[in-house]
């Protein structure tokens, strides 16, 4: 088995041509990378339940928009909170996954964290790949590999990010910013 180098913090943002609607212009931010397999959220799918209406304690700590995110196919039914805090050491509850980034323990009162957030998102469900799942796709060319910013996990226009996100490459990727939303009809 070849060592797997891992993604864990990164973005995956979608090629054009990936023609899974799950991650159509998807923004995937990697939680997890390994030779076990990968786990991510989606960080640009809005939907339109409030984050007060499923876990209301931690409603005021959301920002705009203040709904919950659907993270990807997987698990619908659970939850899972990332936070940006700033500084070196994190609060009891949240676990550092890169940088600045982290995982939020939905257990612990949200009064305990609150003061340290910087920015928190709730996301119903997630993305996962098995073991080389997701080195086929990147062979296959179906996403970008990039790099994160904290202003990623809570950017307050979700629908712009995978443009966004593009458009700050030094690179060609960049000109994929423009790729029109129906190439049939340019």
Do not use: C, K
């Amino acid at each position: 088995m070849t060592e797997v180098s891992s993604l864990t913090g990164r973005l995956l943002v979608a090629a054009p041509a990936l023609t899974d609607p799950n991650f159509d212009r998807a923004v995937v931010l990697l939680l997890d990378h390994d030779e076990e397999g990968s786990l991510g959220v989606v960080l640009n799918r809005p939907t339109p339940v409030g984050v007060g209406d499923v876990l209301a304690p931690w409603a005021a700590l959301t920002g705009e928009p203040d709904v919950v995110f659907q993270g990807g196919p997987v698990s619908l039914d659970s939850a899972l909170g990332v936070a940006v805090i700033p500084g070196e050491e994190g609060p009891l509850g949240w676990r550092r996954v890169h940088g600045a980034i982290g995982l939020v323990d939905l257990e612990t009162p949200p009064e305990l964290l609150g003061p340290a957030i910087g920015s928190l998102r709730i996301f119903a469900g997630y993305a996962g790949w098995g073991p080389g799942q997701l080195e086929g796709e990147l062979a296959e060319g179906a996403w970008y590999v990039v790099e994160s910013e904290p202003g990623d996990v809570s950017a307050p226009h979700p629908e712009r990010l995978w443009r966004a996100v593009l458009r700050r490459q030094r690179s060609e990727l960049a000109m994929i910013a423009t790729y029109a939303d129906d190439p049939s009809l340019n």
